[in-house]
């Protein structure tokens, strides 16, 4: 059984659905979710792998933990993955409960801020309790333990995506015309949900310098959030409304993508962005700020460029990508090869396939440390088929 919060689209929202697809032939998967079942939850529902939603009240509630026990009781749930924090609170409870075996992964924080005093009181005691812990990145990992988990317990599998095929200048066009740019304009992109950890005001502000000596410049920002009015707002006291395109949410991110000449995250924080790896699989450099797992997926002037998220530097980045052609093409090509490399879809499904069929790890053995990122693919372990 998948745990989360929600199946409303998100990086670590696609990445449980692709999980429960992938692992199909030989796994049967349902999804929980504390609080809502999101938009996403059609898609599961299509392919019969049921959805079930707690509607999870503010607050911390026991109750809920007995709900999750219940549920893996009535399912005869095997192994419980639960993702980010809030669910393995629960699920590890409910796992102890039932005696289930459990696997959880942390994918990011809300802000970059430090350590949280309570976590570090806690935590210490829940990493007692059977189960394998994973983060999705070496700094991330680092976060985890300063929070209060052993880094014996650790390991680290990587996010991945599934690189597609090499787009071509007829996908560019494509996907021009679907945004409505034009074929000369030198297009800024970057997706992802409109909140404050993402720190777009920043993008605005370095897309406002550009535009000074490249009025051809474009933005385009995909997704939608909370952050959305205020955005528009600074566009239009920035005099660029006329070179922003706010695409709200899509569906075809791919499709659209090879518009972009340029991608750009200024996120404060970052555990690996699975549009970052997107961007790079459809050949993109890639300008991100040195936060997070970013620095462990874009190779500074290899693959694109590590900035600190100020507006002139990141400008002054996009500016030297937008003068040499041909160096956006080598690092594009760059990035697309270190994606197929090491962050394939195929690697990550393999690795939680290898650790639901693994032996239940005991609270005191420690755990060996994998870096995915820095291995070959490793082939799914052939088991018998389980429930998760």
Known sequence: MQLVLSLSPGGTERLVIEICKRLSDR????????????????????????????????????????????????????????????????????????NTKLVFTEHGRLSGGGPSARRKLVNPILSALPGRIYSVSGDLKQHMVAEGFPARCIEVIYNGIDPARRPTAMHRQIARELLGLRPESLVIGTV???????????????????????????????????????????????????????????DDVRMVMPAFDVYV???????????????????????????????????????????????????????????????????????????????????????????????AASATAPAPIRVPAAADPMSVREATRSTV
């Open 192 to 250: 992802g949900r409109l909140d404050p950890v993402k720190n777009l005001p920043v993008m605005l502000q370095a897309c406002a310098m550009l535009r000074q000596t490249h009025p051809e410049a474009h933005t385009v920002i995909i997704g939608d959030g909370p952050e959305r009015a205020g955005l528009e707002s600074s566009a239009a006291s920035l005099g660029i409304t006329d070179a922003v395109t706010f695409a709200g949410h899509r």
């Open 27 to 98: 796994v049967e998967s349902m999804v929980c979710c504390l609080d809502d079942q999101g938009d996403w939850a059609a898609e599961l529902a299509a392919l019969k792998i049921p959805v079930v939603a707690l509607g999870r009240q503010p607050g911390f509630h026991p109750s809920l933990a007995r709900q999750v026990a219940g549920i893996i009781k009535a399912n005869h749930i095997d192994v419980v993955h639960c993702h980010h924090y809030t669910p393995y609170v629960y699920g590890v409870l409910a796992a102890t409960l039932t």
């Open 265 to 359: 995250n200024c996120s404060i924080y970052e555990g690996v962005s699975l549009t970052i790896l997107e961007a790079m699989a459809a050949t993109l450099p890639v300008i991100a700020t040195p936060v997070g797992g970013n620095p462990e997926v874009v190779i500074d002037h290899e693959t694109g460029y590590l900035v600190p998220g100020q507006p002139r530097l990141i400008a002054d980045a996009v500016a030297r990508l937008a003068a040499d052609p041909r160096r956006r093409r080598t690092m594009g090509d760059a990035g697309r090869w270190r994606v197929m490399r090491h962050f394939s879809l195929a690697r990550m499904v393999s690795d939680y396939a290898a650790a639901y069929f693994r032996p």
